[in-house]
């Protein structure tokens, strides 16, 4: 199989049994890899209604035909289980250089099952293949963790591992790679954690084949001076994601306080610019990749090295709990990195947590006396811990926003600001009804990656609600999750404008398969429904209500900055979801057609 | 002529080592690369990368005497000659000299540029 090593790793963690696999062309031809192959396994495998954190539960780790090739940002990986932090579908995406050395020691992808009784890691030498006993590294933070293994093992191995927040089961809790890589959103972490996995190192040796070897170089060759040439990439170099954050802050989409508003009075402390000069120390880049978003930072404030931090975790960490020091955000990232959960939820879980207090909803005997005030950094680093290790006000928000304000009641639901019980990341959505839609339908809960669609809303005018914005999201739905399932980056086409469908050719070279970008988007699409029957599948009662924005965007303007007295209505939301159902031949309530199934070849699977 | 490497620069993704291996053997395989970049994560968070001097230590230690200069001035082992001794691997004082999966002979930096053209850090260059 061109393209792929060939081989997936079925690793069972009750027995111990380890089972080399062929990976089924048919599989790899309809579902291309990567989530495509997550969403396939857990649709086929993990039976309906499973518990999360039980044994039936899988942990799948996928590269793409992508992965691991000269093809630039060809080091994605994808994280697929079910979801404990939303009780539906968890697929998370980490770049870094696992994902190339996978398919360097001859696999696709490792699907655990089960669950250990004591801690065990997973070793990977190309065919030598062995749990190992982790117990002297169970309680080691992540970082410190992955510096052990490769102390012991070697430099050259890739580590995945998780930290006490995943240990924990932590709801949000990530699996870190590389010093500062994440698989964050879903809790990846807290499924590895509960099957006693405590991280995964693999080195490999082996050529990964390709069909068109000439065809492939040329095109290659050009893939690359395209990036070179690109009029985006010295600054794109630089700054990497934080140059959206000064952006982000003018037009008003820089979450602050949670959600309040959409600019933050201390934002230029934040700026990429100023984070730039104050705290990197070098770029760093995932596998392959001519324009490195990675920025590693040592704060002297501190005194502690952190890959980042990135755009997401500013805003989350920063803006949003009002922490106008980018040394502090810095700090509040290597805890959550060291710890082991996800700076998306863990910032939005403090603001969440800031906001009642500041409402009289928490009080200082919830907090543990914790003064839990926007801007106050000493309390935001205390609870980073306090969640990871689970104690007092840390245990509640560990489960998540939603079932926290469940648990705390007195109209707290309505400062929860999540989606399908994920949290939402960094764009303040009060107006701007596109990217609103991308977060109220994205297949994990409310996450960008799915459709980036906020510079559209800037593009044709933010509170408009009309067909083409649908239609935005839509599209932006079907190429971005194709990135995800092809083992590459696609900032390469967001940020230096790389031709989209240059990627068909290049496929093609390395596959051997002739198909069309139309042909790979179809495939897109088909993982789309698939992950949508999942969601139908194992949460019961979904539908519509379930794509309902955070109440926030709807129910109270924003309080200041550009889209100070704004918001969306619910009439409008509504709108927004008939005109994407329709687009998308679903139902009224949000389901997928039979037709629809059926057009996509998802009948035979689905049933 | 030789390759030079900015480490300051280098944010260690690899494409050299595969634009290298690529070049030579048409291969996807970063472990068939004539250049090596050593990561020093999580303290003091750099980048070191390691190239050819053309120093000519390998030509200088080799026993047979495969390791003459090609066209553009590289040392650059004769697979016919090479005896496969690995004399050459010891002698090289910026370990640049590999051993390479499925090859007998040591594989070293021909000078064919292509690793410069790959990287879009600006790291390589070739030079006097």
Known sequence: ???????????????????????????????????????????????????????????????????????????????????PLTGGYAGASVGGHLTAELKYAGYDAIIFEGASAKPVYLFIEDDRVELRDASGLWGKGSITTEEMLKKRLGEEFQVATIGPGGENLV?????????????GRGGVGAVMGWKKLKAVAVRGTQTIPVAQPDRFWELSHAMYRACKEASGLEAWQRYGTTIVTSWCDEVGALPTRNFQQGSFEQGPGLYGQVMRERIVITDKGCFGCPSPCGKYSYTKKHGVFVEGP???????????????????????????????????????????????????????????????????????????????????LGDLLAEGVKVAAQRIGKGSADYAVQVKGMEQSGYETHNATAMLLAYMTADVGAHHNRAWAITYDLQVGRDRVAPDKVARVIELQHIRPLFDAMGACRLQWVELSIDVTSYAPMMAAITGIERSWEDLLKISERIWNLTRMYWVREVDGFGREWDYPPPRFYKEPATGGPTKGQLTTFESVQKLLDMYYEQRSWSKDGIPTPQKLAELGLDRIVG | MRLYADSSKCSGCKACLLACAFSHFKENNIRKAALAIDPHFPSPGKYEVRVCTQCGECAKICPVEAIPQNDKGAYSIDPDLCIACDACIDACPERVIFKIPGRDQPFECDLCGECVDFCGMSVLSIAE
């Open chain 1, 171 to 183: 709801k949000y809790a990530c699996i870190t790679h590389d010093y500062g890589r994440q698989a």
């Open chain 1, 310 to 392: 990135e755009y997401e975790t500013i805003a989350l960490c920063g803006s949003n709990c009002a922490l106008g020091d980018i040394e502090d955000v810095a700090y509040a990232n290597y805890l959550c990195d060291e710890l082991g959960i996800d700076t998306i939820s863990a910032g939005n879980a403090i603001a969440f947590a800031m906001d009642c207090y500041e409402r009289g909803i928490l009080t200082a005997r919830e907090t543990g006396g914790l003064e839990l005030r926007f801007g106050n950094a000493e309390a935001t680093f205390t609870l980073i811990e306090r969640i990871a290790r689970r104690e007092g």
């Open chain 1, 1 to 83: 199989m061109n393209g792929y090593a060939g081989t997936i790793l079925r690793v069972n963690l009750t027995t111990g049994e380890i089972k080399k696999e062929p990976y089924d062309p048919q599989v790899a031809r309809d579902f291309v890899g990567g989530r495509g192959l997550g969403i396939h396994t857990l649709w086929t495998e993990v039976p309906r209604g499973t518990d999360p954190l039980s044994p039936a539960n899988k942990l799948i780790a996928s590269t793409g035909p992508l992965s691991g090739l000269l093809v630039p940002g060809a080091g994605k990986m994808d994280w697929a289980c079910k979801s």
